[in-house]
């Protein structure tokens, strides 16, 4: 569950990144200079990574603790995978 403070945070990071994307798809469209583009799309990406680090964070002192804290070893193993196959999305 996300706390509410960070729900808004990423929310925002979301919309955002939204309203951007349209823009980028409109400047390509419109043939605008390749590194106005580029800058722009840098931007989204900038967004996107900090709601996802935002909602490891939030992972992480929420889901994770839980599962690490419970004798649950199914779960535990379950729960690092599952961080570390995220997070091996994250740095490709």
């Known amino acids: ?10 929310r925002i990071g979301f919309k955002k990144a939204s309203s951007l994307l349209s823009k980028i798809s409109e400047m390509v469209e419109k043939d605008c200079y390749c ?6 799309n840098l931007a989204v990406i900038g967004l ?17 603790r839980s599962a690490m ?10 729960m690092t995978e599952e961080i570390l196959k995220v997070t091996n999305l994250y740095n490709k």
Do not use: P, Y
């Not at 569950?1 to 990423?10: A, G, L, Q, S, Y």
């Not at 590194?35 to 722009?40: A, C, L, N, R, T």
């Not at 004798?71 to 535990?76: H, P, S």
């Open 35 to 40: 590194i106005d583009v580029m800058q722009q």
């Open 48 to 64: 996107l990574r900090s709601a996802h680090e935002a909602l490891m964070e939030n992972h992480l002192n929420t889901c994770f």
């Open 69 to 78: 804290a419970s004798k649950n070893e199914k779960r535990k193993k379950q």
């Open 1 to 10: 569950m996300i706390k509410e403070d960070k729900k808004k945070k990423i």
